[in-house]
């Protein structure tokens, strides 16, 4: 499959303590339309201490 194929299937997974993982053919856009990621699986930050948020890079498991 490619990214827009009809019938693709797209996933979002919660992770415990985590970030969501989106996975299938996906494009992510921000507030005013332009294109964040795009492809088969990306992890979404949902504490919100993501230097790159909305993507997550593990910032969650570095408790102070």
């Known amino acids: 499959m490619t990214l827009g194929t009809p019938g693709?299937?797209?996933?979002?997974?919660?992770?415990?303590?985590?970030?969501?993982?989106?996975?299938?053919p996906f494009v992510l856009k921000d507030e005013k339309g332009v294109t964040i990621e795009s492809g088969r699986q990306v992890a979404l930050c949902r504490c919100s201490r993501s230097k790159h948020y909305p993507l997550c890079d593990g910032s969650h498991a570095q408790q102070a």
């Open 8 to 24: 693709a299937s797209v996933t979002i997974q919660c992770v415990l303590h985590g970030p969501l993982i989106i996975r299938g």
